[in-house]
Every structure is written in structure tokens, then in C-alpha cells.
């Protein structure tokens, strides 16, 4: 059997990728491509499949980049998944698809699943969008929210002939894939703005510059739309409560990112400055947080730290993004709980205390309890507290019937996706909470699916 290892995508070097935003992995070419599509064992049980919350049938279109079929292989995936090129670099493929890859353990690791959808997803790019052919069936759907949950719902609706119009609050579409992940993880123009002139050429139409609850109500889409989709994301900040968040200095992190990443404040003539600091501390340890330690490395920091109240292993970012965080210079403060951001009217430093692991709690992890007595300081002028969000509570009080979560996430029947509101569905973080893309991705497609078998079967 063959056991030949995995093979590995190129990358910037470390000294060179932090002083520019340029992307970091440069995938494969299509002699590598080819040797590692050759690895896959093509299993008849396709345990990998069991790992993608879309579906997409991995061993069908790998066998198709081994075939050199490349239009069959994006034929393939695109059946189950609208935007392969954003989820082969951005989707936890270690843990979905990967981690069931029964090559994983003694056979020189999991095939490349992730870096192989990537490499389609850029071939169907460069020939460029095609329009579509499919005839309307007659009915309108309105999708509120043009990232990951709201674009896999719009597409998977457009190829059955629907009438979709994708309304977004900000003036350039693509929700959290534009202004939450780095120009360096998912370039905007080169991947994502092209996926989405896929999903206009689809007969997507998108609406800018559009708040619902304040541009437009849902009682007033409703009247327009035989089915609306919510897929207004989260993007509300969580803090953690303690002296100091107010001083000039502090920043959520979706803040952060959405003005470098958004607003273009990495470049020297942004009309839009970012204030960086020249010793950053990043509180939290998920995918977000890495983001931002890495986007302040390239903005000039000279030391930026990772505070985390747990150890290496607890740390919920992909291993991938917490290693190349390292390599950029990246220091790991583990173990370690912010207790006040020091100052008088901007940060000067942060004040933290050690922690120890105590037991699993319900979600498995040792909880953190504090070191009494082992308060330190570390000087600090940037604090950047990435600890999640939640979803804006402008809908729910633009429409009270919406029924909502203690913590404001939208009420869903599980199977339908379907709201407290007759025909208005809803998914991604504004059901979860903040997620990852492909989940929110996930959630669209089992939405547009119950709207289709409601509005067609009926």
C-alpha cells in the first residue's frame, strides 16, 4: 500500500510574509497536486465525507484531479459547495474531513483534502464565472447578510431557478470572509470578490449599503419575498468586564480587523488609519485572536502576545494558524488570566494572574482556577480582546416575534431552520453564535433546502 507522506503546500518564509499581507500559503502546483491526489485510497465508505458539514463527495472529485478532469472535478464539488476556493483555505479541514481520513494515522497522514478543494476552487477562478442557464421557477427569496451562512443559501437557491437578492449591510459584500479574516489568509479580490461574481453570474443580485431593521423591515420583505434567510452573523463584541477596557487603546477584535481588513488600514495611504501599538496583547486563543496577532505583527508591533487562560492544547485556533503565529514571533502567554488593563487615560500595561487546570467542564476542557497570590504585570500599549461575539440585537428589536436566545441568537426548528416567523428561516453565527465558515455554511444550504421543498413541493 502506498505510504508515502503528505505533501505540503509552499509557504512565505516567516522573515519575508510578516512584512507584507500577501498570502501566506501558496498551495500546491499541479505536479504536486497530482501526487497527492494519488494518495487518496478512493474508500468505498468514504469516512472523510462524514467530516463536511456540506457534503461535498471528496473521493468522486479527487478521482477527477487524478484523471486531470479538472472541469469535472469543480462539476463535483460545486454540487454541494458554492465557494471552494474560500473554504479550501479557510475550513478546519484537521478536524472535519481530514480527521477521518483513514490514511491519518500509519499511512503518512490524511490526504491534503482542504489544499486539493483550494487548488479547484482557484481553476474555476481563473476561467472565470459562467452565466446560468437555469430557468426561474417563479419564486423570490431574500437572503439577509452576504457572508458564508447568507452566500451558500443564495447559491444553492440561484441553481434552482429562485429569484435571489442578498441584502448587505456594509458596501462590499461577503460578511466575516471580508472583513474578519486577513488579506494574508483569504485574499478579497483574487478569491473572494471572484466567488462572489460566480454567484452573480448565477443570477444572484446583491444590495448594498442595506440595514434591515433600519433601511428595511422584515415585514416589509415579507411582502416582497415568498421566503426570507437571515444570515446577519454575529458581530456583536464580547468583553470581559474588568477596569481598563475604556482606555484609548483597547480594541474588540472585529474592530481591528474589520478596519484593516474592510477599510484597508494596512496600507500607508489609508484614509482610515489603525492605531498599532509597538507591544500588543491579544486576549484569547481561537482563530480570530490568532488573526489579529498576526495582522499586528505586520503592522509594525515589536512584541505581541497571545494571553490565554489555558494551556497549548486547550487553544481553539487551527494548529496551523497557531504555528505560523509562532514562527512570525508570536509569544505565547498560556495559563495566564487578564485580571485590569493598566492606565490612567491610555493602555500602559496589563495586569494578569496565573492559572492552574482543575477539572473537564461541560465542554470537556480543565477548567481554569486562579494561582492565588501570582499577580504579574506586562507592559503593554495595545490591548486587543478577541473572546467572541455575539449577534447584534438590532433585528430582534426591529421585530420583536423573533424569537430569541438568552444570549440574542435566533431561535430555530433544528430540522427546517425555520424562525418563530412564518417563512423566515435563519442560520450561521446569528443561530450558533460565532463559528467557523464552513458551519455557517452548512446552516444555508439546510435552509435553502427546506425553503426549495417548502415553496416547490407545495
Request: overall charge negative.
Amino acid at each position: 500500500m502506498n505510504r508515502e507522506p503528505r505533501n505540503a503546500a509552499k509557504v512565505q518564509e516567516p522573515k519575508e510574509r510578516i512584512k507584507n499581507f500577501d498570502e501566506v500559503s501558496l498551495g500546491f502546483d499541479e505536479e504536486t497536486m497530482l501526487l497527492e491526489a494519488d494518495r487518496c485510497l478512493n474508500c468505498k465508505n468514504a469516512p472523510c465525507m462524514k467530516g463536511c458539514p456540506v457534503g461535498v463527495r471528496i473521493p468522486e472529485f479527487i478521482s477527477c484531479l487524478k484523471n486531470k478532469d479538472y472541469d469535472k472535478a469543480v462539476e463535483t464539488i460545486k454540487a454541494t459547495n458554492s465557494l471552494p476556493a474560500i473554504c479550501g483555505r479557510v475550513c478546519p479541514q484537521e478536524k472535519q474531513c481530514e480527521s477521518l481520513c483513514v490514511r491519518k494515522a500509519k499511512l503518512g497522514g490524511s490526504v491534503a483534502i482542504g489544499t486539493l478543494e483550494r487548488y479547484v476552487g482557484d481553476y474555476s477562478l481563473a476561467k472565470g464565472a459562467k452565466k446560468s442557464d437555469v430557468a426561474k421557477n417563479g419564486y423570490k427569496v431574500a437572503v439577509v447578510g452576504s457572508g458564508p451562512a447568507g452566500l451558500s443559501c443564495a447559491g444553492a437557491l440561484a441553481k434552482e431557478g429562485f429569484d435571489v437578492t442578498v441584502f448587505e449591510a456594509f458596501h462590499r459584500a461577503g460578511g466575516v470572509l471580508v472583513y474578519g479574516i486577513p488579506e494574508f489568509r483569504l485574499p478579497k479580490d483574487l478569491v473572494v470578490e471572484k466567488e462572489i461574481e460566480e454567484l452573480r453570474a448565477l443570477g444572484v443580485e446583491i444590495r448594498l449599503n442595506t440595514v434591515i431593521g433600519k433601511t428595511i423591515t422584515i415585514d416589509e420583505l415579507k411582502e416582497e419575498y415568498d421566503a426570507i434567510f437571515l444570515g446577519t452573523g454575529a458581530g456583536l463584541p464580547i468583553f470581559m468586564g474588568i477596569k481598563g477596557e475604556g482606555l484609548n487603546g483597547v480594541y474588540a477584535a472585529n474592530e481591528f480587523l474589520t478596519r484593516v481588513n474592510l477599510m484597508k488600514a494596512y496600507k500607508q495611504d489609508s484614509v482610515t488609519p489603525v492605531y498599532c501599538g509597538k507591544r500588543v496583547a491579544v486576549i484569547g486563543a481561537g482563530n480570530v485572536a490568532m488573526d489579529a496577532c498576526r495582522t499586528a505583527m505586520r503592522l509594525g508591533a515589536e512584541h505581541v502576545y497571545i494571553i490565554y487562560r489555558r494551556g497549548r492544547e486547550e487553544m481553539p485556533a487551527r494548529a496551523e494558524e497557531i504555528e505560523h503565529a509562532i514562527e512570525e514571533g508570536v509569544e505565547l502567554k498560556l495559563l495566564t488570566n487578564p485580571v485590569e488593563i493598566l492606565g490612567k487615560d491610555k493602555v500602559e500595561g496589563i495586569r494578569c494572574i496565573k492559572m492552574e487546570l482543575g477539572e473537564p467542564d461541560q465542554s470537556g476542557r480543565r477548567r481554569p482556577q486562579e494561582v492565588k497570590g501570582s499577580e504579574f504585570d506586562i507592559e503593554v500599549d495595545e490591548v486587543i480582546v478577541s473572546l467572541g461575539t455575539s449577534p447584534n440585537p438590532l433585528l430582534k428589536k426591529s421585530c420583536e416575534e423573533l424569537e430569541t436566545s438568552l444570549k440574542g441568537t435566533i431561535v430555530v426548528n433544528e430540522e427546517t431552520m425555520e424562525t418563530s416567523l412564518d417563512s423566515v428561516y435563519a442560520g450561521g453565527d446569528a443561530v450558533t453564535g460565532a463559528a467557523t465558515v464552513i458551519l455557517a455554511m452548512g446552516a444555508g444550504k439546510k435552509a435553502a433546502k427546506a425553503i426549495s421543498d417548502r415553496l416547490l413541493c407545495n
